[in-house]
């Protein structure tokens, strides 16, 4: 079993910054690649980035623009997500999740972080 857990969201206005942190327990694998997901009310759940096992390689979300970056600590078991220049638009419950190469599906799933970002 894994648990995914995340936290750092909260209120800031618009322009601000806020770093999102999930922390892995449980059940250890030699690989596995973490993602960044959100959905805001009303809208289906949307990719936000992900980062292989190593690091070494991240993919991001067009919307983004280069305003986020994920990263990983695999000592502390933790995967972040920086967030700057945050927009209204960005407000939403964001979750981060795992899955297990050479699967594309993500299997596990944290409970999920609120950003609202004011304007």
């Known amino acids: 079993q894994v648990q995914l857990v995340e936290s750092g969201g909260g209120l800031v206005q618009a322009g601000g910054s806020l770093r999102l942190s999930c922390a892995k327990s449980?059940?250890?694998?030699?690989?596995?690649?973490m993602g960044w997901f959100r959905q805001a009310p009303g809208k289906e759940r949307e990719f936000v980035a992900a980062?292989?096992?190593?690091?070494?390689?991240?993919s991001y979300a067009d919307f983004m623009k280069g305003r986020f970056t994920i990263s990983r600590d695999n000592a502390k078991n933790t995967v972040y997500l920086q967030m700057n220049s945050l927009e209204p638009g960005d407000t939403a419950v964001y979750y981060c999740?795992?899955?297990?190469?050479?699967?594309?599906?993500?299997?596990?799933w944290g409970q999920g972080t609120q950003v609202t970002v004011s304007s």
């Open positions: 999740a795992m899955r297990l190469p050479p699967s594309s599906r993500y299997e596990y």
């Open positions: 980062i292989s096992s190593s690091g070494a390689i991240t």
């Open positions: 449980g059940r250890t694998f030699s690989s596995y690649f």
